[in-house]
């Protein structure tokens, strides 16, 4: 089924940490997984992603890497600042190009 | 990225009405998708909105209750029918550019009393 799992569904961190949430798919069809960036009474924005023919991709401050063989991607922000706070949704896309959604984390950084 | 505006952006519905939401882009695309976005929860496809032919819906999301139009490339309507308190959330409409990823409009938020 079209499933994708994410946690932990909320993450408190002190600025300047590093944050990690983790997602798994169960299509190994699948190709594509975005991250997007959802502040409170806006709509989710995407911020990075990356394509089943590399392990990992960086901007910046954010990177993403992917482990085809297990089916799982993480998303990683270092020097976490209070700005990063939001809720954060891995996804997957699946067949006929339908994208799917993690749960969702709330990322909470402490000045 | 595609400019895409949906309206109205909120409304407040009484129950057993109906509400079409409007979602319009600035380029054509060939994929477009109807997402719900309950009170904080996650997003959940509704149904792939197929320009010329019936919708294509979700596990859980039925045509009676979510019909959806798309006459052409850059519009597509969602309408929710006969609404329940159960029905307000946030729906967003979602296009696939070409390079694969996926924009949203800003959401409709409903509120059913």
């Known amino acids: 089924g079209e499933n994708v799992e994410q946690h932990p569904s909320t993450l408190s961190v002190q600025e300047g940490d590093s944050a990690v949430i983790k997602c798994t798919y169960s299509d190994s069809a699948s190709n594509y997984f975005p991250w997007y960036k959802q502040e409170l009474g806006k709509r989710p924005q995407l911020i990075i992603d990356?394509?089943?023919?590399?392990g990992e991709k960086k901007d910046q401050r954010i990177a993403v890497t992917l482990n085809k063989t297990a089916k799982h991607f993480s998303l990683h922000i270092t020097e976490t600042q209070p700005e990063d706070s939001a809720v954060y949704f891995c996804a997957a896309r699946y067949n006929f190009n339908k994208f799917y959604f993690g749960s969702g984390t709330k990322l909470n950084v402490k000045p | 990225s595609a400019v895409i505006s949906q309206k109205p952006s909120r409304d407040i519905c009484q129950r057993g009405t109906s509400l079409t939401i409007q979602c319009q882009v600035d380029?054509?695309?060939?994929?477009m998708f109807w997402y719900r976005q309950q009170p904080g929860q996650s997003l959940t496809l509704i149904a792939t909105?197929?320009?010329?032919?019936?919708?294509?819906?979700e596990s859980g999301f039925v045509i009676d209750k979510f019909p959806i139009s798309r006459p052409n490339l850059t519009f597509s309507t969602l309408t929710v029918s006969n609404m329940s308190p159960e029905d307000s959330s946030i729906y967003l409409c979602?296009?696939?550019?070409?390079?694969?990823?996926?924009?949203f409009g800003e959401g409709s938020r409903l509120t059913v009393l």
């Open positions: 990356i394509r089943s023919n590399v």
């Open positions: 979602s296009v696939e550019q070409n390079t694969g990823e996926l924009f």
């Open positions: 380029s054509q695309v060939t994929m």
């Open positions: 909105a197929n320009q010329g032919s019936e919708a294509t819906y």
